[in-house]
């Protein structure tokens, strides 16, 4: 089965930073990767699909880049209410395995 | 407004079995695969199962395999969750997912989630 890996693990930023979150595929899996993300006690939230395809709603300072096994997920300018951890998933088969996730929080 | 309800989460002994069934509302549902993802406490997210529009495309997870089983029912509008042969490691919070497509692709709608608590 194909691994999914997320880096940092965690990371504290400053409001109005620009945060950049890598995932990697241990094989190739095309564009098939999406972002969610999950606040504290709340349900996950389709971000984006398609490795950069940004769902319906979700502010553009949210964007996403990759193919093939390395992808980011970069918030542009970090605002408060983006405390969340952050998931890769790769959907191009199964099982659509989620990343381990990237917690980020303000400085 | 898509609506997703899960339901018959609660503590079960080790070996002992278990059904959640998610009831759906606000689109129609025979045109979207549908997924069981799950969450265990302090954890990440957990892909469990899909089944698609029409049962024709079902895949599990390496770890709940031989264990569990999805299913659907399109004239009533739910999604299924058989779980067998539970272990103390299927502690935790199940979602059940609405897929963008009729196969399997990304998830745009989740319900909020029953929670399993498998202990002696």
């Known amino acids: 089965d194909i691994q999914m890996t997320q880096s940092p693990s965690s990371l504290s930023a400053s409001v109005g930073d620009r945060v950049t979150i890598t995932c990697r595929a241990s094989?190739?899996?095309?564009?098939?990767l999406a972002w969610y993300q999950q606040k504290p006690g709340k349900v996950p939230k389709l971000l984006i699909y398609?490795?950069?395809t940004l769902q319906s709603g979700v502010p553009s300072r949210f964007s996403g880049s990759g193919s093939g096994t390395d992808f980011t997920l970069t918030i542009s300018s970090l605002q408060p209410e983006d405390v969340a951890t952050y998931y890769c998933?790769?959907?191009?088969?199964?099982?659509?395995?989620f990343g381990p996730g990237t917690k980020v929080d303000i400085k | 407004e898509v609506r997703l309800v899960e339901s018959g989460g609660g503590l079960v002994q080790p070996g002992r079995s278990l059904r959640l069934s998610c009831a759906a509302s606000?689109?129609?549902?025979?045109?979207?695969?549908m997924h069981w993802v799950r969450q265990a406490p302090g954890k990440g997210l957990e892909w469990v199962s899909g089944?698609?529009?029409?049962?024709?495309?079902?895949g599990y997870a390496d770890s709940v395999k031989g264990r569990f089983i999805i299913s659907r029912d399109n004239a009533k509008n739910s999604l299924y969750l058989q779980m067998n042969s539970l272990r103390p490691e299927d502690t935790a919070l199940y979602y059940c997912?609405?897929?963008?497509?009729?196969?399997?692709?990304?998830?745009?709608?989740w319900g909020q989630g029953t929670l399993v608590t498998v202990s002696s």
């Open positions: 997912a609405k897929d963008k497509r009729l196969g399997y692709s990304t998830i745009d709608y």
């Open positions: 606000g689109f129609t549902f025979d045109d979207y695969a």
């Open positions: 089944i698609g529009w029409n049962s024709g495309s079902i």
């Open positions: 094989q190739g899996i095309s564009k098939y």
């Open positions: 398609a490795a950069s």
């Open positions: 998933q790769k959907y191009n088969s199964v099982p659509l395995t």
